[in-house]
């Protein structure tokens, strides 16, 4: 299987901006904007793995099954934390 090619222009815009959301995550631990700097700090981590994913681990070129892979076990995360929160949430404090 040939490897897919993936010029240095990509792989250098993709790394100015997983530095400038790294920037951006550091200046918002330095702000209070209260219950909204968990919410927005996951958002940017999350925004940061999926530039990762797609083009330093090549996620964008593999087959229709290695995807669906990815794919479930993303699901499978989300259930996982899901049911973590359902049961933060049932238990009286």
Known sequence: MAEPTVSKRT?????????G???????????????LNTAIALGL??????????FFMHAL???????????AGVIWLLIMISLTVVDFMSRSW
């Open 11 to 19: 792989y250098f815009f993709t790394f100015l901006s997983l530095l």
């Open 21 to 35: 959301l790294t920037l951006l995550t550091t200046l918002l631990g330095f702000l209070d904007i209260g219950s």
């Open 45 to 54: 981590a999350t925004v940061k793995a999926c530039l990762i994913a797609a």
């Open 61 to 71: 070129h593999e087959s229709r099954t290695v995807r669906v892979v990815m794919f």
